[in-house]
């Protein structure tokens, strides 16, 4: 009989317990991982790879290639798919490396971790987005005086941000005019103040990842529908496959379900087609990240719906769940990234189009350095609908130099009360230092080319 008035904890150990249990040891999950490869253990037996992993979620402890999978995985969930058993992998090897934190530090060093690593992402999120965003706008984006009320009629959904697509405001405010345009009813939610949790689950905090992840469910449970459209989708796997079916075994209740954006745009395709009026003439190839599923396809179906777009298929791998996911195998991002661009440039396109906001900070700086653009998938549907947005964070990240930055942004330091020297130190590690691969020199106009 299930234990009642279960904590998080003991609730997350329970679900753990039965995936051990129903895991046959197969190794189809360790066969299908495109990190394997790039992380070096491919000729290791896949039976003996997950079989440690099992080890570590039960202790802690576990061979060494079992330890550089669990810390080598992208999220890309084609071990979900592999499995025959209804064991979700991708889940197991988070756990994995909950159980390897917890067996490196004490929980009060696990929970100094996690607060350090939400205090710099709050930080970076505020700064940059101040940087770009006044109060008004700030506030249509849940932030500001609109994180802590509530609209007087209960919308048809809720709209979840997340916290780092602040970053690069243009795309969550496109998501916004699009759904403004086709009628959709919604209240938006996130930023730090809504939490998933996933910074303090990292370092192996579960109890205050729980708790975290309980406080912003509460508040997304504000709709109509009893449906969350998520933006980010790294808070997406984090709450469903974390913390709802958690809190659903605590509580024997699931609060909503959640769809990520790019589903249910594709979903009411038949809605937005109308007001896909203006051809963009444009040769466009899509940087592709498979970890949600159909969350491809339904940018690709949203693509092709834009009229005038030609779609190119570059024949890159498509890994991870988004950009930053590929960090845990720096050399083989960077790798990716460089064969992206060359074969974007050989194939003649004008765009190379992101789908997600990680990918879009981490690229958008190449286009000094290569013959096309880079924009996001709203970007060209907002066009197509007479809908735009400023991508100001690619026009000061282009700059490459803080001073100028600060510069160009003094109206909005001012105005937010913000500490130049904090902010420079933002923008330096939190934009500037947001490269995975380097930017290619640009070549200097021959009037400011050095004497020879």
Wanted: hydrophobic residues 40%; proline residues 6%; glycine residues 8%.
């Amino acid at each position: 009989m299930q234990t009642v008035n279960l904590s998080f904890e003991e609730a997350l150990d329970e679900r753990v317990g039965d995936m051990l249990d129903a895991c046959t040891r197969c190794g189809k999950c360790v066969e299908a991982c495109p990190s394997v490869k790039p992380a070096g253990i491919a000729d290791v037996k896949s039976e003996d790879v997950i079989s440690g992993i099992l080890d570590i979620v039960r202790t802690g402890q576990g061979p060494e290639a079992s330890r550089i999978w669990a810390a080598s995985c992208m999220l890309s969930g084609e071990c979900i798919q592999a499995c025959d058993e209804n064991v979700n992998p991708r889940f197991l090897l988070a756990m994995a490396r909950v159980a390897m934190a917890k067996a490196k530090n004490a929980l009060p060093e696990r929970r100094r971790n996690g607060v350090e690593k939400y205090r710099e992402l709050s930080r970076d999120v505020a700064v940059l987005s101040q940087l770009q965003l006044d109060d008004e706008v700030l506030e249509r984006l849940g932030q500001k005086s609109a994180s802590v009320t509530t609209s007087t009629e209960t919308p048809d959904f809720v709209f979840y941000t997340g916290c780092n697509v602040l970053k690069t405001p243009h795309i969550a405010l496109l998501a916004l005019d699009i759904m403004d345009r086709i009628g959709i009813s919604y209240q938006v939610m996130g930023g730090p103040s809504h939490c998933c949790g996933i910074m303090q689950l990292r370092p192996g905090d579960v109890e205050m990842s729980g708790r975290m992840g309980a406080n912003s469910i509460d508040k997304l449970s504000q709709s109509k529908s009893g449906q969350v459209i998520s933006w980010c989708p790294s808070c997406y796997v984090q709450f469903t496959e974390t913390t709802l079916p958690t809190l659903e075994r605590q509580q024997k209740s699931r609060p909503f379900e959640m769809t990520p954006f790019m589903r249910f745009l594709d979903g009411r395709l038949g809605d937005l087609k109308p007001h896909l009026r203006k051809p963009i003439n444009l040769k466009v190839a899509l940087h592709r990240h498979p970890g949600l599923s159909g969350a491809v396809q339904a940018a690709l179906d949203i693509l092709q719906a834009i009229p005038g777009v030609e779609l190119i298929d570059l024949q890159q791998p498509a890994v991870g769940l988004q950009s930053t996911s590929l960090s845990v195998l720096p050399a083989y991002k960077r790798e990716l990234q460089l064969n992206e661009l060359q074969a974007a440039s050989d194939a003649g396109i004008d765009a190379l189009v992101t789908v997600y906001h990680s990918e879009h900070r981490e690229l958008c700086a190449h286009e000094g350095g290569w013959p096309f653009r880079i924009v996001n998938l709203l970007e060209l549907v907002g066009e197509s609908m007479g809908l735009q947005q400023q991508d100001r964070y690619k026009e000061l990240k282009i700059m490459q130099d803080a001073d100028l930055i600060l510069s160009e942004c003094g109206d909005l330091i001012a105005r937010h009360g913000l500490d130049a020297g904090k902010a420079r130190d933002v923008v330096i590690k939190g934009m500037l230092g947001d490269q995975p691969l380097p930017l290619k020199p640009v070549p200097r106009p021959a009037e400011l080319a050095p004497n020879p």
